[in-house]
């Protein structure tokens, strides 16, 4: 499947921080989906990025696309306790005909008040 | 979105003994999936639940030990099979139409 990278591991910011992630990949991504899972529970989508160049807003959270649809970020505007858990980016690649998702590692935010 | 059920929610089981997870999802999708996932750890694909097929088993797992059902557009099983401490993990299916997937509360599994 396609293979994303996602920086940092691990973010500590006080609340009222900025705090980003990045994904990337070596390759040409069709695709990207950005999900937050809270400690304890599952993974929540967030949202799908397609355009080269995207720029989507959820409130605080902004989530980019690149132009060579290589990397991708998740930056999120003072932070607050409520922000806590580990956000992934997702990737897609196709086999035979079937789609095959593949998720970064994902980087924690711990949020201090 | 679509909403997904899972069960159990957790368990605890001997060595050498088999663990079906069920999961169920409020509409019908095309695509469903089976991952795990170690605490602190991201989501390992098991594979992809085919509906009236065999199951498409990613590198590192194989039928016979998590043998998958997917009998309808709504509903999948997942077997963990003659289970070792190894397969202590946390079990999450997931569902969708497109990319975007919906994933379902989770099956924590410890083996003893």
């Known amino acids: 499947g396609q293979q994303v990278m996602q920086i940092p591991q691990y973010q500590h910011v006080q609340e009222g921080e900025d705090f980003t992630t990045y994904c990337n990949s070596s390759?040409?991504?069709?695709?990207i989906q950005w999900y937050k899972q809270r400690p304890g529970g599952h993974p929540v989508f967030l949202i799908q990025?397609?355009?080269?160049?995207e720029v989507k807003k959820q409130k605080r959270l902004t989530f980019q696309f690149g132009e060579a649809k290589k990397n991708s970020s998740l930056h999120i505007t003072a932070t607050q306790t409520t922000d806590v858990g580990t956000y992934f980016c997702?990737?897609?690649?196709?086999?035979?005909?079937?789609?095959?998702?593949?998720f970064g590692r994902g980087t924690s935010l711990i949020v201090h008040p | 979105s679509a909403v997904i059920s899972q069960k159990p929610s957790r368990d605890i089981c001997q060595r050498g003994t088999s663990l079906t997870i069920q999961c169920q999802v409020d509409?019908?999708?095309?695509?469903m999936f089976w991952y795990r996932q170690q605490p602190g750890q991201s989501l390992t694909l098991i594979a992809t639940?085919?509906?009236?097929?065999?199951?498409?088993?990613e590198s590192g797992f194989v039928i016979d030990k998590f043998p998958i059902s997917r009998p309808n557009l709504t509903f999948s099983t997942l077997t963990v099979s003659n289970m070792s401490p190894e397969d202590s993990s946390i079990y999450l299916c997931?569902?969708?139409?497109?990319?975007?997937?919906?994933f379902g509360p989770g099956t924590r599994l410890t083996v003893t």
């Open positions: 997702a990737a897609s690649s196709t086999s035979g005909g079937s789609y095959i998702p593949t």
């Open positions: 639940a085919n509906q009236g097929s065999e199951a498409t088993y």
């Open positions: 990025l397609v355009k080269s160049g």
């Open positions: 509409s019908q999708v095309t695509m």
């Open positions: 997931s569902a969708g139409e497109t990319y975007e997937q919906y």
């Open positions: 390759t040409t991504l069709s695709n």
